[in-house]
């Protein structure tokens, strides 16, 4: 037998041997009983990297059927002109439809279930992790629609999807539980911007709203000085990044083809634009950090990154996200952090 045929049985069978280990697994006697669809014979990770966040299934509720009001020239009506012009929104923009998804809202609910511009979408938003992720919840020939398990991995959301119940990573897109294991929604590009700055762009734009006013103290910050970069990640016991703060922001990049990397956020600010292999990076000030101060207006100015490639016909956007570094890593923990300017 060559080297190569020895290699690749060697590999084959240290993967049959882990796939069986974890397919071997006995889940929590307390997730059988409240997720007796799903099959925990499909895994992807170890169980014990899954902790309980606290509430049970569903008790952050996901927004199945999203309200919205329309911007008129640039400015909010109805129960949006609350808001203040520094709060953080995720906005998104879909075959010409641009929607703004207020953070003081996704704090509250973690997903919103919508479709904009004919295509269904999840707004996603993690505050452990400052992940603002948007998918594409189709699927094959399936669109799914997604609600929050309560539990976390790495400190990220862990989603469920109504459909099969299978357990899904925010951070990663992929099934990391159930029938679909290792199956992966593709992500949109998104921005998490400052609300002037979406009304800048999209002067006739909508504005999600609560669907109850009442339902919870929206504008308010549960997570009160969580961004100090002296801070401790929430239930999070993994390695952390060597060379910037667990909480410092970074700029993370979906290079394509499965590259990953991130940049400080810290330095892009400082540089204001950042050219490297063709990505073009840049900050401005304005939005304000929704996890810093007791309300999500309050918060001390983080600004606002766009990322986009170069191209012959101009600068098209790329999918990059601004979670804090202890994320990245846990995550992409072979994928550069860039904190210093790289040498020429």
């Known amino acids: 037998m060559s080297i190569t045929k020895r290699l690749s049985a060697t590999i084959a069978a240290l993967l049959l041997v882990c796939g069986t280990a974890l397919a071997a697994q006995t889940p929590p006697r307390g997730w059988t009983v409240e997720w007796p669809d799903t099959d925990f014979e499909k895994t992807a990770v170890t169980f014990k990297e ?7 299934k569903d008790g952050i509720p996901a927004i199945d059927d999203p309200q919205f009001v329309k ?18 929104v995720v906005a998104v923009e879909v075959n010409g439809a641009a929607r703004a998804y207020p953070i003081r809202i996704l704090m509250w ?5 919508d479709t904009l511009g004919g295509v269904p979408v999840s707004v996603t938003y993690c505050p452990l992790c400052n992940s603002a992720i948007v998918f594409d919840r189709r699927l094959d020939e399936r669109v799914l629609d997604f ?9 990220d959301l862990v989603m469920y999807d109504r459909q099969t119940e299978s357990w899904w990573q925010q951070f990663t897109g992929e099934a990391i539980i159930g029938e679909m294991t290792r199956a992966t929604l593709r992500f949109l590009p998104s921005l998490l911007t400052s609300l002037q700055d979406f009304a800048d762009a999209h002067p006739d734009g909508e504005i999600l709203i609560p669907t109850n006013m009442t339902m919870r103290p929206y504008g ?14 929430f239930l999070y016991t993994g390695a952390l990044p060597q060379n910037v703060a667990a909480m ?3 700029v993370a990049i979906d290079a394509g ?34 996890l810093d101060a007791a309300t999500v207006a309050g918060g001390r100015d983080v600004g606002t990154v766009t990322v986009h490639r170069e191209t012959a016909n101009g600068e098209e956007p ?27």
């Open 257 to 290: 083809d499965g590259e990953h990397m991130a940049w400080s956020l810290a330095l892009v600010r400082d540089e204001k634009e950042i050219r490297h292999g063709g990505l073009v990076l840049r900050w401005r000030p304005g939005k304000a950090s929704a």
């Open 220 to 233: 308010r910050n549960p997570y009160v000085n969580y961004d100090a970069e002296d801070r401790k990640p």
């Open 109 to 113: 609910h973690e997903i919103v279930n």
């Open 248 to 250: 410092e922001r970074v």
């Open 71 to 88: 911007m008129e020239n640039g400015a909010a009506t109805g129960w949006a002109e609350q808001l203040m012009p520094n709060e953080a």
């Open 147 to 155: 609600g929050t398990t309560g539990k976390l991995r790495n400190s």
């Open 318 to 344: 790329v999918v990059f996200d601004t979670p804090f570094a202890f994320a990245f890593h846990a995550f992409r923990p072979e994928a550069p952090i860039h904190s210093e300017m790289p040498a020429e």
């Open 50 to 56: 899954i902790r309980s966040g606290g509430p049970p």
